[in-house]
């Protein structure tokens, strides 16, 4: 079963920052991990897409977001990272590492979530 453990939420004023990590374990029968990224949800805002990088680096980032968040990703330790810089009250939530992976041996391609870290940006 594949595990994402996320870590590096918690309280900053706006205009700092903060890096989120998120490691991939539980990967014996999976042969890729096409797509990591983030999605985020807050009690007044669905869960939205934050940033997401394909397994050839390709990235794709919420409109909000552009300029302020970059998404890392290290294939061979299966790890994505988010840092996000001059944070906004706005970017309260919680963010959730996922991945949609390929399975040995099925056309599958399943996605896997994390616990989610919450992130507070106090004003």
């Known amino acids: 079963q594949v595990n994402l453990v996320e870590s590096g939420g918690e309280m900053v004023q706006a205009g700092g920052s903060l890096r989120l990590s998120c490691a991939a374990s539980?990967?014996?029968?999976?042969?890729?991990?096409?797509?990591m990224g983030w999605y985020r949800q807050s009690p007044t805002i669905p869960r939205e897409q934050v940033a997401i990088?394909?397994?050839?680096?390709?990235?794709n980032y919420l409109a909000s977001v552009k300029g302020r968040f970059t998404i890392s990703r290290d294939n061979a330790e299966n790890t994505v990272s988010l840092q996000m810089n001059n944070l906004k009250p706005e970017d309260t939530a919680v963010y959730y590492c996922?991945?949609?992976?390929?399975?040995?041996?099925?056309?599958?391609?399943?996605?896997?979530w994390g616990q989610g870290t919450q992130v507070t940006v106090s004003s």
């Open positions: 539980g990967l014996e029968n999976i042969s890729s991990i096409h797509i």
């Open positions: 996922f991945a949609r992976v390929s399975v040995i041996g099925s056309p599958d391609l399943p996605i896997y």
């Open positions: 990088m394909g397994l050839e680096g390709g990235t």
